[in-house]
């Protein structure tokens, strides 16, 4: 089946440093790709996404890339705060054949941002 | 707008016993997600309902889970009776449904089940 793999399982980096979350999907037919922060005890929320016809989007800090040849995207946070230190979870969205869209999720990447 | 909310929080229970958790989706969405996760693993997708119709549950684990959406509003999902692999965050997400789009998802809060 549809599976999204995700790395790294943990990540630490200092203050202003940047930090880069990877995945790899494997269904073709995905077209679009969330990436979810969840801090601690809160619910998972939206922090920016991309479709697949489109190879890069900002939003401030945060950045995604996406290559559909290679079927990988990833998360690009630039100078890092502590108020970024969650788990990350990325997702690829694909068209089911009951006519719906369905997420498959990463096993997330928890993020510690050192002061 | 008020966001999608979920109770209870967190519920404890033994096994074989029941347990039912409820979510209410933003006002006006028709897409209602459950998910499960399990320690350390992905945030994995059990079923979809469309208003009051059940579009995919391809992914609840057996016959123990059943999930209910009455009226297209709030959803129940009942696990009966419970195992202990059970246990894990079972989140809902809802969307609002627009016909042949790629709509983002809100999430609940989750409920945190244990089940001993």
């Known amino acids: 089946g549809e599976n999204v793999e995700q790395h790294p399982s943990t990540l630490s980096v200092q203050e202003g440093d940047s930090a880069v979350i990877k995945c790899t999907y494997s269904d073709s037919a995905s077209n679009y790709f969330p990436w979810y922060k969840q801090e601690l005890g809160k619910r998972p929320q939206l922090i920016i996404d991309?479709?697949?016809?489109?190879g890069e989007k900002k939003d401030q800090r945060i950045a995604v890339t996406l290559n559909k040849t290679a079927k990988h995207f990833s998360l690009h946070i630039t100078e890092t705060q502590p108020e970024d230190s969650a788990v990350y979870f990325c997702a690829a969205s694909t068209y089911t054949t009951s006519g719906t869209y369905k997420y498959i999720f990463g096993t997330g990447t928890r993020l510690k941002v050192l002061a | 707008e008020a966001g999608v909310t979920q109770f209870p929080s967190h519920s404890v229970i033994e096994k074989g016993q029941t347990v039912t958790l409820r979510c209410d989706p933003i006002s006006g969405h028709d897409n209602l997600y459950w998910y499960r996760r399990v320690m350390g693993k992905e945030i994995k997708f059990l079923l979809h309902f469309v208003k009051e119709s059940k579009q995919d549950e391809s992914g609840m684990p057996n016959n123990r889970f059943l999930a209910e959406r009455t009226g297209g509003t709030y959803s129940t999902l009942k696990v009966q009776p419970a195992e202990l692999e059970d246990s894990g965050v079972y989140f809902c997400?809802?969307?609002?449904?627009?016909?042949?789009?790629?709509?983002?998802?809100?999430f609940g809060p989750g409920t945190r089940l244990l089940v001993l």
């Open positions: 997400a809802s969307s609002h449904g627009l016909a042949g789009n790629q709509e983002t998802q809100y």
């Open positions: 991309i479709r697949s016809n489109v």
